[in-house]
Nanobody, 124 residues
Framework: HVQLVESGGGSVPTGGSLKLTCVLS????????MGWFRQAPGKEREEVALSDSDSNPTYADSVKGRFTVSEDTAESMLYLQMDSLKPEDTALYYC??????????????????WGQGTQVTVSS
């Protein structure tokens, strides 16, 4: 049984920082592609940071240089350090996982498992 639980969201002013945490319970962490996504009200879910087939992170252009993804494979945890936050970063942030089989997926619809999300609100 695969379970993802996110935490670390909150409300910060523009320029603030938050660190999100995702815990993967159940399977072996290394057997899964992992990613962070977000969805703002009225908008489609979009990728924030993805782990590729070699576990190298890729970032959406909108967060490059400000967000950093890291992981602790021994503890099955995925992190997202978010710095220099902007109001447009306000969204519900999700952690997602997909069984690793060749290339890791890129689109939200291709990920099989999702957490419940954690809200990030950045005030202007």
């Amino acid at each position: 049984h695969v379970q993802l639980v996110e935490s670390g969201g909150g409300s910060v002013p523009t320029g603030g920082s938050l660190k999100l945490t995702c815990v993967l319970s159940g399977p072996t962490y290394d057997n899964y592609c992992m990613g962070w996504f977000r969805q703002a009200p009225g908008k489609e879910r979009e990728e924030v940071a993805l782990s590729d087939s070699d576990s190298n992170p890729t970032y959406a252009d909108s967060v490059k240089g400000r967000f950093t993804v890291s992981e602790d494979t021994a503890e099955s945890m995925l992190y997202l350090q978010m710095d220099s936050l902007k109001p447009e970063d306000t969204a519900l942030y999700y952690c997602a996982a997909h069984p690793r089989d060749g290339d890791c997926p890129l689109r939200p619809s291709d990920f099989r498992y999702w957490g419940q999300g954690t809200q990030v609100t950045v005030s202007s």
